[in-house]
């Protein structure tokens, strides 16, 4: 991941409800955010203004209402930032931060099948 890409947590949540619901002016995302904390509109534009700068976001000016689209991929950003995460918190260890990750909390029997699963898929590809 370019760190000219690189989402702020806000930004991440701005551009998780753009994955979410497709392309949405400020007004519906600023709506969005608002479910979870208080964060007013002028906050959320300037936000998506300086997005717009980075290249997380597309700016569609056609219409009076200026309407974003998430100029990244979710799967792109996201194993970026494990990745990055993966390399400061755990050594690069990615087996470290699965193991802590099933010891936090409760794992149900389907995800435990879902993780099993996966396993297998990674050692068949070998």
Do not use: C
Request: no cysteine; glycine share 4%; proline share 2%.
């Amino acid at each position: 991941m370019d760190i000219k890409q690189k989402p702020t947590e806000t930004e991440l949540e701005i551009l998780q409800i753009l994955w979410q619901k497709g392309p949405s002016s400020v007004r519906e995302v600023n709506d969005a955010m608002s479910q979870e904390k208080e964060i007013g509109y002028t906050t959320t534009l300037k936000l998506m203004q300086i997005m717009n700068e980075k290249e997380l976001t597309h700016r569609d000016t056609a219409s009076r209402t200026h309407i974003y689209t998430a100029n990244v991929e979710e799967e792109k950003i996201k194993s970026g930032l494990l990745k990055n995460f993966i390399n400061s918190a755990y050594r690069g260890s990615a087996s470290s931060l699965v193991m802590q990750a099933l010891g936090q909390g409760k794992t149900s029997a389907d995800e435990l099948d879902q993780i099993k699963s996966l396993i297998a898929d990674i050692e068949n590809r070998k």
